[in-house]
């Protein structure tokens, strides 16, 4: 019975204990699934604005703009990758530190050329002071940081040597001769020029990493979670060919240097197919130095001058008001109409239809557009609106403006307006439509649209290829287009373009000398032109020239201070072409023609073994490794002077291969 009585009283407070333990129990569970409900419904906001936020945040991985290129494969500009060094020094254990300080501080000073006492001074707060993102450098090339990587601590990398890289894209101008006024810029903000105009595809597809706070100012990647690695910008082939930009830039700032001249352009278009292969703008800075600096050849409407005179006899020409046997007296050069005074600065007389040109007659164009159009001006309008002359062009570049055309139902047109039209004034336009113009003129009447993009490439594949696009498929009859290119071509042989004449390279051009800003008072102020194609006899090439503001001391005509420079751009143009021109116009020393041909040699990785690819051509060599799988970053043009992976070293797909390039 006491056993009994043992037994139950144990049991019970057995009992009692697990009722009161269940109890707890069960108060701990409600309380947590209490906290739980509150946590979902209330603090997470709080908790992640807290602690998440404050402590973490996603970061943008700047995706690489493609390259732009010249239409021979040329880098004009480029991305280069930029270095940014920190220091984790909380991850340096103190035997490392203690035991390496001195001899990194010694490299350190060799290569940035301060004392090793400064560097060991900050390192060593630094250190005391644990920090973990301390910016010990920044914007080194990959030769810079190759070489500080593998200095003392550095070289144990960033778990154990806290060394911390942070990679940055920078964009550099791989030439010379196209400035940035033609080459242009995206920032985010402004767009210009090729840059402004291609880049949609030269952008990339930004990534995205995690970083964590250091301190108030500071945050630290972390490259090991989630981190969405960026997609490089596309590649872009322009259509301009960098031996005759070269050409063409050459030509043009010696004559703006000789002539002091304020700025000019230069345009070479391709005739059949619309390819703008040079497009130079110089202006002289405040140094006295001409700079690429300005657009002119689409950002500036002007008023031609005597180069339009083409456009209006063309017109009379297609209409059939004039012939070859056309004569117009031009009396002794001076003509007075609906109360304006025109004169010419060519002698007087009676000039037929070529002499007119030729000799660059405002008297004979002006005679002959009233004759023809006074009582119907529209109709001559109508054939300027026919040629795009009206309309604002359709091309890639940004920031090219409409062409301004006095018409009939404007305020300030008079009866002298037509007249002033016909050899160029009242007439405001860009200077690449009026080569449009001139160009369809060589192309037979074809006028094509002025193309700047010649293909575009992603990771060695061609993704897009520019076509040829026609404006006007039939400008005149083909009786006006032989007559116009007969008369250019007198113009040249025996008329205001004389002195750039040669019997072995047959050229067909007009000279134009215009006065603007002309109603205000001091000096008279001149643009000379010369604008033509060339052979003439099966045109090649159109160019247009023009010279603003030189001194007139010193000339001022079209065919004194704009023809020599079409001269010398037609007889280097084709130096690659048998041409029996003069000597001094085939010197060319900036061009060399060796480095333009280059077997593209092939490139194979065998058994994941790096080959050797330096002194291989860039342009040929990247993209085939990008084709094989491996990531390339690469700094300069020309040749490939110094890799890394060394040869025969192991590689993987996806690694990064490092190139350094120079010409």
């Not at 529209?378 to 403006?401: A, Q, Y």
Request: charged share 25%; net charge positive; with cysteine.
């Amino acid at each position: 019975m006491q056993k009994q009585n043992d037994y139950d009283n144990k049991r019970k407070k057995t009992l009692r204990w697990g009722y009161l333990f269940a109890t707890v129990a069960l108060c701990v569970f409600v309380m947590f699934l209490a906290r739980i409900v509150i946590l979902q419904n209330t603090n997470v906001q709080e908790i992640k604005d807290d602690y998440i936020n404050n402590n973490y945040r996603t970061a943008t991985l700047k995706a690489a703009r493609g390259n732009l290129y010249a239409s021979d494969g040329s880098i004009l500009a480029t991305t280069v990758m930029r270095y940014d060094i920190y220091l984790d020094f909380k991850t340096i254990k103190d035997t490392v530190y203690s035991n390496n300080i001195g001899a990194l501080t010694d490299s350190l000073s060799k290569m940035f050329g301060k004392s090793r006492a400064d560097f060991r001074k900050r390192f060593d707060e630094q250190k005391k002071n644990k920090n973990q993102y301390y910016s010990l450098v920044k914007g080194l090339d990959f030769d810079q940081y190759d070489r500080i990587r593998k200095f003392p601590i550095f070289k144990r990398g960033k778990n154990k040597g806290g060394f911390i890289v942070d990679r940055n894209y920078k964009r550099e101008l791989a030439t010379s001769e196209i400035g940035s006024g033609t080459i242009g810029i995206d920032n985010g903000v402004a767009k210009a020029g090729l840059e402004g105009a291609f880049s949609k595809y030269l952008t990339g597809i930004d990534g995205s990493r995690l970083e964590q706070r250091v301190n108030s100012s500071q945050w630290k990647p972390i490259d090991y979670w989630k981190v969405n690695e960026p997609v490089d910008g596309q590649d872009v082939y322009t259509t301009l060919d960098l031996r005759i930009q070269d050409i063409a830039h050459s030509a043009l700032q010696k004559q703006l240097i000789n002539f002091e001249a304020k700025h000019g352009t230069v345009i070479v278009m391709e005739v059949e197919t619309g390819k703008v292969r040079a497009m130079v703008n110089l202006r002289r800075d405040d140094e006295g130095n001409y700079v690429d600096a300005y657009n002119y050849a689409i950002k500036d409407n002007i008023e031609p001058g005597s180069t339009f005179k083409v456009v209006s006899l063309l017109a009379a020409m297609d209409d059939g008001f004039i012939d070859e046997n056309t004569t117009v007296d031009v009396g002794n050069g001076v003509w007075v109409y609906a109360k304006q005074r025109i004169s010419d600065g060519h002698g007087g007389g009676t000039y037929d239809i070529s002499d007119v040109l030729a000799k660059s007659s405002n008297v004979g164009t002006a005679k002959l557009i009233t004759k023809y159009y006074a009582d119907k001006p529209e109709i001559f309008l109508d054939h300027l609106r026919r040629w795009k002359l009206f309309d604002k062009m359709d091309i890639e570049l940004p920031g090219i403006t409409k062409p301004n055309n006095l018409t009939p139902k404007h305020k300030k047109w008079n009866a002298a307006a037509l007249a002033s039209i016909g050899y160029g004034y009242g007439t405001n336009i860009n200077i690449l439509q009026l080569a449009t113009f001139y160009n369809g003129v060589a192309n037979h009447g074809k006028m094509v649209k002025p193309l700047f993009i010649d293909k575009i490439m992603q990771n060695g594949k061609v993704t897009f290829e520019a076509q040829t696009q026609v404006m006007v498929k039939k400008m005149a009859s083909e009786k006006a287009l032989k007559m116009m290119t007969d008369a250019l071509t007198k113009a040249v042989e025996k008329g205001t373009g004389r002195s750039i004449f040669t019997p072995n390279l047959k050229m067909a051009g007009k000279t134009g000398t215009a006065r603007f800003e002309y109603w205000l008072p001091g000096p008279m102020k001149y643009r000379a032109s010369f604008a033509g194609f060339y052979p003439a006899d099966s045109p090649k090439y159109t160019c247009y020239v023009m010279i603003s503001e030189p001194n007139t001391a010193k000339g001022f005509y079209g065919g004194t201070v704009s023809a020599p420079v079409f001269k010398e751009i037609a007889g280097k143009t084709f130096l690659k072409t048998p041409q029996n021109v003069e000597k001094e116009m085939l010197v060319d020393k900036k061009v060399n023609l060796n480095k333009m041909v280059e077997p593209n040699v092939k490139v194979a990785v065998n058994n994941k073994q790096m080959p050797n690819v330096v002194g291989l051509i860039g342009k040929n060599v990247i993209p085939q490794l990008e084709n094989l799988g491996y990531r390339v970053d690469y700094k300069g043009v020309g040749r490939i002077t110094e890799q890394f992976p060394l040869e025969g070293t192991t590689i993987s797909k996806n690694q990064r291969i490092y190139l350094s390039l120079q010409n």
